[in-house]
């Protein structure tokens, strides 16, 4: 009986370490890492077991990474980030060997291409997670590009991993852009 408390009490303690680090995790990086603007257009998706929450499509998605090495779809690689004139994240080379200090970079899973024309790759971070009502009022504030050009994610990156901080719809944050919206009388 003695050994089924304990083997129990190992399995309870386990389970609450492993969501236990996540957590840890994903602050360490909201706290300490660095914050890059990816442009970017929201769409909004119904998952009946995650609710509701915003597809994010970025804007560096839209042409694949060069690349001098060869890479499988569903390989881990390294993309290395930079700035664009405008301030907005780019990346510069998807590379196999993570890379030293000093440069920033995100770890993403390789999906189609080749050393030819660089390969495409699947972002960590394309889900923006919001209440039933607030999800479709952010895809209806944004999804018209001629009304709102302004649309872009802070991501925090630390050490090769990623995560969305805000969401920004002309240069507000998005639920705060909403509020605003909603205060104005239509025209």
């Known amino acids: 009986m003695k050994h089924l408390k304990v083997l129990l009490l190992t399995l309870f303690a386990v389970q609450l370490s492993v969501p236990g680090y996540m957590i840890f995790e994903q602050n360490q990086i909201l706290s300490h ?6 442009k970017t257009q929201p769409i909004d998706p119904y998952d009946p077991f995650r609710g509701r ?10 042409n694949p990474i060069p690349t001098k090495e060869v ?37 993403v899973e390789v999906s189609w291409g080749g ?10 971070f394309d889900r923006y997670y919001a209440s039933e009502e607030t999800a479709p009022n952010i895809e209806r504030a944004v999804w018209r590009r001629e009304q709102v050009e302004d649309v872009y994610a802070e991501i925090s ?16 944050p998005v639920r705060e852009y909403l509020e605003r919206k909603a205060s104005q009388p239509e025209q």
């Open 71 to 107: 890479f499988q779809r569903g390989d881990w690689a390294y993309a290395l980030l930079s700035e664009d004139e405008d301030g907005y994240a780019t990346f510069t080379q998807l590379v196999s060997e993570e890379p030293e200090s000093g440069q920033e970079y995100i770890e």
């Open 53 to 62: 929450y915003v597809t994010l499509t970025y804007n560096v998605d839209a």
């Open 157 to 172: 990156v630390l050490e090769g991993k990623a995560t969305l901080k805000e969401l920004y719809v002309e240069g507000l």
């Open 33 to 38: 890492g660095t914050v890059y603007k990816f």
């Open 115 to 124: 050393t030819d024309r660089g390969h495409y790759i699947d972002l960590p």
